[in-house]
């Protein structure tokens, strides 16, 4: 039976998920209140504004006089209540389907548990399938909303050529402008994606690029004549492994990381890189705290 991106989210890793927060850096107008309070000046009493009623908000906070007057759920927002939301955008091409546990398996789990920690806070949360075809985004909001996205997830197969760059360009345009921003690929259509996360930087957003790659990709241990067939273009090539040509490669992986490291470091993004076989356990969670994404 295939692997499915939920079989991690047992009650332990749920329950260890719940001493964590996000490390927001930016604070931000999203119009939802959360648990990480602004720094702004402001009471918490100080109405700003209203917004539309959505599954799994606190119903303490329904204008109960405006449901009367105008028949419509209406939630109360706070000005000094205002949290940075979350976007999670994850690229579902064919080349993350390589690996073992493939690459889109352990990225998905990755955005899963930022998304747990966002919702167990009151941070609302947005996920985009980044597809060949045009996805509508899922958006989360309550506590419990956690399984609507995994059952998404778990149906999802990575296929096709990349529709990353084009899922990025959505996000800058469509917002909201000040939100934490993680991007899940293996990183392979650089010239696509970096002006398609600059704009997205340009928005607003505070970008994490999170970069994940398979051990067959970073320690490959193949040697002998081979035909290689391109995930996503379906080109073939006949190559030869021999120690040579995997040292030569070796050089192009490290130039390759160091190339997303210059473009992170001007850019004004964080960057992290983790292993398909990376386990999702108290060593995630070092990392993901020492890249600036959780406290």
């Not at 000046?41 to 539309?52: L, M, P, Q, V």
């Not at 009367?68 to 000005?79: E, G, K, S, T």
């Not at 990755?110 to 509508?136: D, V």
């Not at 990381?257 to 060593?283: C, H, M, N, V, Y």
Request: glycine share 8%; hydrophobic share 40%.
């Amino acid at each position: 039976m295939a692997e499915k991106v939920s079989d991690v989210f047992t009650g332990g890793l749920l329950e260890s998920l719940m001493h964590f927060e996000l490390a927001v850096r930016t604070l931000t107008s999203s119009g939802v209140r959360g648990e990480r309070r602004s720094r702004r000046k402001g009471s918490s009493i100080e109405y700003a504004d209203h917004r539309a009623y959505v599954h799994g908000d606190d119903l303490r906070r329904l204008d109960w006089h405006a449901l009367a007057r105008l028949d419509a759920m209406l939630i109360r927002l706070y000005a000094a209540e205002e949290t940075l939301p979350l976007e999670v955008i994850l690229d579902t091409s064919a080349s993350m389907e390589f690996g073992e546990p493939n690459k889109y398996l352990t990225a998905a789990r990755i955005g899963c548990c930022l998304t747990q920690i966002a919702l167990l806070h009151g941070t609302p949360a947005l996920w985009r399938l980044a597809h060949e075809k045009a996805l509508e985004p899922v958006r989360l909001s309550g506590r419990a909303d956690l399984p609507r996205i995994l059952r998404v997830l778990d149906e999802m197969a990575p296929e096709g050529q990349s529709g990353l760059a084009e899922t990025l360009r959505r996000s800058a345009l469509q917002g909201p402008r000040r939100r934490s921003l993680a991007v899940l690929t293996d990183g392979y259509d650089r010239d696509e994606l970096r002006p398609a996360l600059r704009a997205c930087r340009a928005a607003g957003a505070e970008v994490y690029l999170v970069l994940v790659l398979s051990p067959e990709e970073t320690q490959p241990d193949l040697r002998g004549e081979f035909t290689f067939v391109d995930a996503e273009s379906g080109v073939e090539s006949n190559l030869t492994l021999d120690g040579r040509s995997v040292r030569r490669y070796a050089e192009l992986l490290a130039a390759f990381r160091q190339d997303w490291a210059e473009f992170a470091r001007s850019s004004g993004i964080a960057l992290l890189e983790f292993s398909s076989a990376q386990p999702i356990d108290a060593s995630l969670f070092r990392e993901l705290a020492s890249g600036g994404l959780i406290t």
